[in-house]
């Protein structure tokens, strides 16, 4: 019977066990094409992405013999014939292949002027006149004769720093760009000039205009949140779906109501003047009032549906009993009901600044020329000047910089606490 009994406890054990396989197959089974998805439209995107902040091979690919040249190059000193002659059969064969015009705009971001230094050299070296036409029977002594002649910038330690230094697809130029700093020929890193520092200030007013967006949604949705939960249940749908309504709604569409509403003579300010709250009209449109009013408009939804969903769930005995146990109203409200509302807050706070953060089309058509976010240039890189690497490298400090913030302010919030039950201990 023993034997028997134990014989059978294995057995349920195995067949347990292989439940428990077969349920984590059908899983992962399930979840697979979502990942691979993700993996393959997203995750190696941003990645790619995210890289360009940080390399720039395209020197280095299109000048391999000039990259050999230069090795062991100290920078002291001009450097040998040979990678003068080896520069100049480069330029000719880069622009053959229609490359030219995007090196030089890569070096032109190290050293303005660049560009128009090697295009116009390789059209110099292309010429049909002799000794320039044959370029392959050209002596190394010759070809740094000919470079010198045509441009005396050849004979100059900055622009050779600058092309041995993005020989190596590694650069840091993106990167120091965006905190106002920038590399010298000699590898030297120094700040730029002050009107030409303004990436830090578009970074910190990124910030500040999504914490101000963030706190007016939270006062805006707090009460709104709580006076949708103490609703009958029937009452609730109508309020629901006002909140709702902009989900529905494009946001072009929004941001188009917008611009009617808020300028000087819209309806909002003859409103304000017929209520005589004001005598003369206010400056809304193009300015840092309309962009706040139309992304707080856009983002409410998303403050107050995390708030609503955490509400919902609070019995309203635990503040009734409080207040019956002689605490003020308040003092109920503040000590019992709004910490368990802490998740809510934190959960649509953070949605919002994140949304916050990444928005450019709002103050694009509503801002003024102040209020352009750091979007706003990701996309104007991006898309205008096709510069990738700098995008990428804002796309990178406007991350990092977030990430920064949401760690200290969970820090804060877990200091807040302890410190919140000492006090109320």
Not at 30 to 49: K, Q
Not at 298 to 304: A, E, Q, R
Request: glycine content about 4%; hydrophobic content about 50%; some cysteine.
């Amino acid at each position: 019977m023993n034997t028997t009994g134990g014989v059978r406890q294995v057995n349920a054990r195995k067949l347990a066990s292989s439940a428990r396989r077969m349920k984590r197959s059908r899983v992962i089974l399930l979840v697979t094409p979502l990942m691979v998805f993700m993996l393959a439209f997203f995750v190696l995107p941003v990645i790619n992405l995210m890289s360009k902040s940080f390399w720039d091979p395209v020197v280095a690919n299109n000048f391999p013999l000039t990259a050999y040249a230069l090795r062991g190059w100290t920078g002291t000193n001009l450097p040998n014939a040979d990678a003068y002659s080896a520069l100049a059969k480069e330029l000719v064969q880069s622009a053959k292949r229609g490359t030219l015009w995007r090196v030089g705009t890569h070096l032109d971001y190290e050293l303005p002027g660049f560009r128009s230094l090697i295009v116009s050299t390789e059209r110099f070296l292309s010429k049909n006149s002799s000794p320039q036409r044959h370029l392959n029977s050209m002596t190394p002594a010759l070809a740094q004769h000919a470079m010198i002649t045509f441009d005396q910038r050849w004979a100059r330690l900055p622009y050779w720093q600058v092309l041995s230094r993005k020989m190596s697809p590694m650069t840091l130029t993106y990167l120091l760009r965006v905190v106002d700093m920038k590399e010298l020929p000699n590898g030297a890193i120094t700040s730029v000039s002050g009107n030409q520092a303004v990436f830090a200030r578009i970074l910190l007013r990124t910030f500040k205009i999504s914490a101000v967006v963030t706190l007016i949604t939270l006062i805006l949705g707090y009460p709104l949140a709580y006076w949708l939960c103490t609703l009958p249940p029937r009452r609730r749908a109508l309020p629901m779906m006002a909140i709702l309504m902009p989900f529905w709604t494009s946001v072009m569409v929004r941001i188009a109501s917008w611009m009617v509403v808020l300028p000087r003579k819209g309806l909002v300010n003859q409103a304000l003047i017929a209520a005589h709250a004001i005598s003369t009209p206010l400056n809304m449109l193009y300015d840092r009032a309309g962009v706040y009013v139309a992304m707080v408009n856009v983002l409410l939804p998303f403050m107050v549906l995390p708030l609503y969903s955490v509400m919902r769930d609070i019995s309203r005995a635990y503040q009734m009993a409080a207040e019956s146990l002689g605490s003020h109203p308040f003092g109920a409200f503040w000590r019992v009901y709004f910490p368990l509302t802490i998740a809510g807050v934190k959960a649509g706070s953070t949605l919002v600044f994140t949304l916050a953060l990444g928005y450019f089309i709002i103050p694009a058509l509503i801002g003024g020329a102040h209020d352009e976010m750091i979007s706003n240039y990701i996309a104007y890189y991006t898309n205008t000047q096709l510069n990738w690497g700098f995008a990428s490298a804002l796309s990178v400090s406007l991350i990092a910089s977030a990430a920064c913030i949401f760690v200290v302010s969970d820090q804060v919030g877990r200091l807040w606490s302890w410190f919140r039950n000492k006090l109320y201990a």
